[in-house]
T-cell receptor, first 118, second 109 residues
Framework: GAGVSQSPSNKVTEKGKDVELRCDPISGHTALYWYRQSLGQGLEFLIYFQGNSAPDKSGLPSDRFSAERTGGSVSTLTIQRTQQEDSAVYLC????????????????FGPGTRLTVL | KQEVTQIPAALSVPEGENLVLNCSFTDSAIYNLQWFRQDPGKGLTSLLLIQSSQREQTSGRLNASLDKSSGRSTLYIAASQPGDSATYLCAVSWGKFQFGAGTQVVVTP
């Protein structure tokens, strides 16, 4: 596609339910990143993929969070047993190459998924 | 600790004035630095990426400078317009990107 797409755009769920968020990166981009942006907060790094492997999972806040990437393309972020503090906008980005790789590391973002946990 | 700071947090200017947005970072051993804008309820739009070997990068009315030794980057927007109103974010790569909290800009007609 022309840009990074994410689905759903909005997700409302009840506390304790599991949710899956999807990201389709720009075609040909080998690196994919997940971030979280809470109300009034900056962007928080969650995880990044190079191909299908995740060299850096350091930002995942707890073991309730997991992510996978298949075929070097689509990625899914799964949050199990959601809590109210998980409410945030989840942003996905992709770049042609992973860091460090000069200009090929330029990140392009999707529109985000707004998650609300009631 | 590697940190990115953007001051001020908010800025209001009349239309036509030049905008100057600041980004400072600890640890000068960066790979590159990227500026984004974010409109309310939207994702981030890439504006400029400066590689560590570059001193500046230009795109239209936008010019970004990089001074690694002092840990600073400045984004200049010439002749501001109301459509420039947005939050501007600076992201520094020491591997993965680390973001500043952003500067919220309002350009008044």
């Amino acid at each position: 596609g022309a840009g990074v797409s994410q689905s759903p755009s909005n997700k409302v769920t009840e506390k304790g339910k599991d949710v899956e968020l999807r990201c389709d990166p720009i075609s040909g981009h080998t690196a994919l990143y997940w971030y979280r942006q809470s109300l009034g907060q900056g962007l928080e790094f969650l995880i990044y993929f190079q191909g299908n492997s995740a060299p850096d999972k350091s930002g995942l806040p707890s073991d309730r969070f997991s992510a996978e990437r298949t075929g070097g393309s689509v990625s899914t972020l799964t949050i199990q047993r959601t809590q109210q503090e998980d409410s945030a906008v989840y942003l996905c980005a992709s770049s042609l190459r992973p860091p460090p790789s000069g200009s090929y590391n330029e990140q392009f973002f999707g529109p985000g998924t707004r998650l609300t946990v009631l | 600790k590697q940190e990115v700071t953007q001051i001020p947090a908010a800025l209001s200017v009349p239309e036509g004035e030049n905008l100057v947005l600041n980004c400072s970072f600890t640890d000068s051993a960066i790979y590159n630095l990227q500026w984004f804008r974010q409109d309310p309820g939207k994702g981030l739009t890439s504006l400029l990426l400066i590689q560590s070997s570059q001193r500046e990068q230009t795109s239209g009315r936008l010019n970004a400078s990089l001074d690694k030794s002092s840990g600073r980057s400045t984004l200049y927007i010439a002749a501001s317009q109301p459509g420039d109103s947005a939050t501007y974010l600076c992201a520094v790569s020491w591997g993965k990107f680390q973001f500043g909290a952003g500067t919220q800009v309002v350009v008044t007609p």
